[in-house]
């Protein structure tokens, strides 16, 4: 009989890349997270000594704790915080479960970039459109839930980058850019080992749109159009890209799970 506050592989993986997924939590111990040095998408790595620090961190929200097996380490720790109220999970077979399992992903720790002051901090053009919203979703669904993003002039993203040690990105001549035919998304995508199904067909809609290729996907042409009409409805870039989190998030559920649905009107059309 599975424990009350135990989430299984299989469960945990629908949450991952939606609003609703929890904060995960990777408490291995360094030697068994040196071995395998990979994060499941989103999570963040916190000791498990430091109890008041992660409460702190998680701020009252539900979590699911792993650690190598799912066993000691994460089952007590998640106990521990359902004791303080929290909403705490475990997950089933740990980090060897997700590993083990199919269609599981698992970001590299290396490349993450740096943290700055506990968050990744990552900087581009103001004015965003495609790229620029396209790549800030991937990055809170799939890699940093509470990653800072900051919009400059065009002139000014390498010296901001510079002073407050941000990480550039979708501008000229920097590692998270265009590569080719491919756009920043698929940089993205590649560097942080995101292989999905679902993210490969979103990254098709969004190269089209970036690149003003809509032939490379129907839906194409409507995220142009749709980008372009946020843009000009929000002059604030930090608002927008709130509104835009909300598109790339159906736009997501789409493409994992609706791609088959259509629509027709009168829906009694053909029936007697």
């Given at each position: 009989?599975?424990?009350?506050?135990?989430?299984?592989?299989?469960?945990?993986?629908?949450?991952?890349?939606?609003?609703?997924?929890?904060?995960?939590?990777?408490?291995?111990?360094?030697?068994?997270?040196?071995?395998?040095?990979?994060?499941?998408?989103?999570?963040?790595?916190?000791?498990?000594?430091?109890?008041?620090?992660?409460?702190?961190?998680?701020?009252g929200t539900r979590c699911?704790?792993?650690?190598?097996?799912?066993?000691?380490?994460?089952?007590?720790?998640?106990?521990?915080?359902?004791?303080?109220?929290?909403?705490?999970?475990?997950?089933?077979?740990?980090?060897?479960?997700?590993?083990?399992?199919?269609?599981?992903?698992?970001?590299?720790?290396?490349?993450?970039?740096?943290?700055?002051?506990?968050?990744?901090?990552?900087?581009?053009?103001?004015?965003?459109?495609?790229?620029?919203?396209?790549?800030?979703?991937?990055?809170?669904?799939?890699?940093?839930?509470?990653?800072?993003?900051?919009?400059?002039?065009?002139?000014?993203?390498?010296?901001?980058?510079?002073?407050?040690?941000?990480?550039?990105?979708?501008?000229?001549?920097?590692?998270?850019?265009?590569?080719?035919?491919?756009?920043?998304?698929?940089?993205?995508?590649?560097?942080?080992?995101?292989?999905?199904?679902?993210?490969?067909?979103?990254?098709?809609?969004?190269?089209?749109?970036?690149?003003?290729?809509?032939?490379?996907?129907p839906a194409a042409a409507?995220?142009?159009?749709?980008?372009?009409?946020?843009?000009?409805?929000?002059?604030?870039?930090?608002?927008?890209?709130?509104?835009?989190?909300?598109?790339?998030?159906?736009?997501?559920?789409?493409?994992?799970?609706?791609?088959?649905?259509?629509?027709?009107?009168?829906?009694?059309?053909g029936q007697s």
């Open positions: 009989m599975p424990a009350p506050n135990e989430i299984t592989v299989s469960q945990l993986n629908r949450l991952i890349g939606t609003p609703e997924c929890p904060q995960i939590v990777d408490i291995s111990i360094d030697p068994d997270f040196e071995a395998e040095p990979c994060l499941i998408p989103g999570s963040f790595r916190h000791p498990h000594t430091d109890i008041p620090g992660l409460m702190a961190r998680l701020n699911v704790i792993t650690c190598q097996k799912g066993i000691k380490l994460s089952q007590g720790l998640a106990a521990w915080l359902c004791s303080e109220g929290l909403r705490a999970e475990y997950l089933q077979g740990g980090i060897y479960g997700w590993r083990d399992a199919p269609d599981t992903m698992r970001v590299p720790f290396a490349a993450l970039p740096t943290p700055v002051a506990g968050n990744t901090l990552w900087v581009t053009r103001h004015r965003p459109k495609i790229d620029r919203i396209a790549c800030p979703w991937l990055i809170r669904r799939f890699v940093d839930p509470t990653a800072r993003f900051l919009f400059v002039s065009p002139s000014e993203v390498m010296g901001v980058a510079e002073r407050y040690g941000a990480t550039p990105f979708d501008v000229e001549d920097v590692h998270f850019s265009h590569r080719g035919e491919a756009c920043t998304f698929d940089a993205m995508l590649e560097e942080f080992q995101l292989t999905s199904p679902a993210l490969a067909d979103l990254a098709n809609v969004v190269r089209g749109a970036d690149t003003n290729r809509h032939d490379l996907h409507g995220l142009l159009a749709i980008s372009v009409g946020l843009s000009r409805q929000y002059r604030d870039d930090q608002a927008q890209l709130e509104a835009g989190m909300a598109l790339y998030d159906a736009l997501y559920r789409w493409a994992r799970d609706g791609q088959g649905e259509g629509h027709d009107w009168p829906s009694t059309k």
